[in-house]
């Protein structure tokens, strides 16, 4: 039985390692090498099992014969792996710049706020004055830039080739809960400053259910979970997957 592999270590300084189905297996070149190019990382081989699962032979794979099967097998792998990463985003997106995140019921209207006009309010200190008089910030800063930034996060694993890269999926959620830090941080200051004595608990109180968030918010929270979730699973899975091989198995060699 024969099955397509990919050389992990090369044998020059002891056993080499390769792996085939995610399965990785010992090889020295004195053993079921086949050929007289000698062994690198990242190349490709095709592997000859025999019945009891024993290698028996390992040949290189023709660059040519690579080429006819690489192009329609990757970039069909390739599109379903980043659909759903690039669907997410755009809701994400959607969330950020057209849906309410917060609501403000002040006693004349019911004032309703993107989560990036938020960010625009934060620079200026005083958030709840802001929202409550339902004036808009001129811009984001430091908070705009990070937005775009925890956006690109989930898809940093595609331009740096590291088993890390894979946690810029987090950052989505991070940028979440320093904005919701940032957010509270901004009404507990003016509050402390326009209400004291004993009607501040009073004041604080009526703010607390004069504020509510809307459904970009939730939505926001619902994707960047899930960009966490996911890349928490890939870190994993590809830490597994690079496990050295168990002693047992390289005696056995």
């Not at 002891?14 to 004195?30: H, K």
């Not at 062994?39 to 006819?68: D, H, N, T, W, Y």
């Not at 960047?224 to 390289?250: G, I, M």
């Amino acid at each position: 039985m024969k099955k397509r592999g990919k050389v992990l270590r090369d044998a020059r300084r002891g056993p080499g390692l390769l792996i085939v189905e995610g399965q990785q297996y010992p090889f020295s070149l004195q053993g079921a090498w086949r050929s007289e190019l000698p062994p690198i990382p990242g190349m490709s081989v095709e592997v000859e099992f025999g019945s009891g699962g024993e290698i028996l032979a390992i040949r290189p794979i023709p660059a040519s014969q690579i080429a006819k099967v690489l192009p329609e097998s990757a970039s069909g792998m390739a599109g379903r792996s980043v659909l759903p990463s690039l669907l997410a985003a755009g809701l994400l997106l959607l969330a950020w710049f057209f849906l309410s995140a917060v609501s403000v019921q002040t006693p004349l209207v019911k004032l309703d706020f993107t989560l990036w006009e938020v960010l625009e309010l934060l620079p200026s200190g005083n958030g709840f004055a802001s929202l409550t008089s339902g004036v808009r910030g001129q811009s984001a800063g430091f908070y705009g830039i990070f937005a775009f930034v925890a956006v690109a996060g989930p898809f940093l694993h595609w331009f740096w080739k590291d088993k890390r890269a894979f946690l810029g999926g987090l950052l989505p959620l991070l940028f979440l809960a320093m904005v919701a830090l940032s957010v509270r941080s901004s009404l507990q200051n003016s509050l402390s400053s326009d209400a004291t004595g004993p009607l501040a608990a009073t004041v604080k109180q009526e703010v607390s259910t004069a504020v509510s968030l809307g459904i970009g918010a939730y939505l926001s929270c619902l994707v960047s979970l899930y960009f966490a979730a996911t890349a928490v699973w890939r870190f994993l899975k590809n830490k597994q997957s690079r496990k050295p091989e168990p002693t047992s198995r390289r005696a056995a060699a």
